[in-house]
């Protein structure tokens, strides 16, 4: 029987991105440039969806939540990245590596499931555009959004806690830049069964029932939009889905394939990582500015307030 909370490994070894100074010198830049540019976009997209009352429908209240948990999302995993970059030691304590595995779950379990939230309002906006006030109520709104925060934080305390009690006997290099669950499993000298058994089906189930929700509301989408005589009605139509689309794209399938990839430190599969928590909270909010005509008169109209005030 293994020995509960007696690891001998308590210190993990982040291996991160490469080990030439020099390039671990401009990957800090680069990556310092991101996570700077994250904040302040998701930040302003956050002030003009509030400070704007013409953005105070559904779709821009759940676009606010995705642009508040992208900030969370990039905090969690970047940070560190910078610290490892600088240091020559890149250690992470056993408990710090849990909680950073735990937000990456929690938030990435969020996020996704918001996703197909919104889709749902996509469809409900464009395939019942006469009842899409009464069906997107407020109230709706807001149960649909703590929904997704909840599923989310129970994604994490299903997985989380069973790692809690793995034992780590010699190996403690992670061939990663941040603690994600799966490239824990490989370093244990206990037997994690049951933990790859629940990771696979939690990660099988959040996928695919995320998934299938996206589908279906596309599905329905796409049949009322083809079935639009107008070219313009058509083509504003498409265009109201394009951004969330995108998003579901960069997202979605990063992480589901992450999640499913054998870990081994490969450059796909830090790629995928890179993808979906660095660049998918830094290129969001330009998705949804550079494609939303109402995202864009918006922020003409708060820059405006803001010169007036200064002036």
């Known amino acids: 029987m ?98 950073q595995a735990f937000f990456v779950f929690d938030i990435g379990g969020t996020e996704i499931f918001l996703l197909s939230v919104m889709a749902y309002d996509r469809y409900a906006a464009i395939c019942h555009p006469l009842l899409y006030g009464q069906v997107m109520s407020s109230q709706l709104c807001v149960n649909l959004t703590w929904a997704s925060w909840g599923l989310g934080f129970l994604d994490a305390v299903i997985n989380i806690p069973l790692a809690v009690n793995l034992d780590f006997c010699e190996a403690h290099i992670i061939p990663h830049y941040s603690c994600e669950l799966p490239s824990l499993f490989p370093l244990s000298c206990s037997d994690i069964s049951t933990n790859v058994t629940v990771l696979v089906g939690a990660t099988l189930l959040h996928g695919f029932g995320t998934f299938f929700l996206i589908f279906f509301s596309y599905t329905r989408i796409v049949s009322t939009i083809l079935s639009i005589s107008s070219t313009t009605g058509r083509s504003k139509a498409f265009s109201t889905c394009s951004s969330h689309l995108t998003a579901v794209s960069l997202f979605y399938a990063s992480a589901f394939l992450r999640h499913l990839m054998p870990t081994s430190g490969s450059p796909p599969e830090l790629i995928f990582s890179i993808q979906y928590s660095v660049v998918t909270p830094l290129v969001n909010p330009l998705i949804y500015s550079l494609k939303n005509e109402g995202v864009k008169a918006a922020l003409r109209r708060t820059l405006g307030k803001c010169l007036q005030w200064y002036m």
Not at 17 to 22: E, F, I, N, T
Not at 50 to 59: I, N
Not at 72 to 94: A, G, M, R, W
Request: charged share 15%.
């Open 2 to 99: 293994a020995l509960r909370n007696h690891s001998t490994i308590t210190e993990f070894i982040l291996l991160g991105l490469s080990a030439d100074p020099k390039v671990q010198i401009l990957l800090f830049v680069l990556f310092t440039g991101i996570y700077l540019l994250t904040m302040m976009g998701n930040l302003l997209m956050l002030l003009v969806i509030r400070a704007d009352s013409h953005l105070h429908t559904p779709m821009y209240f759940f676009l606010s939540h995705l642009s508040f948990l992208d900030l969370c999302f990039s905090s969690v995993t970047v940070p560190k990245l910078l610290e490892n970059l600088l240091s020559e030691k890149k250690l992470i304590s056993k408990e710090g590596c849990l909680t």
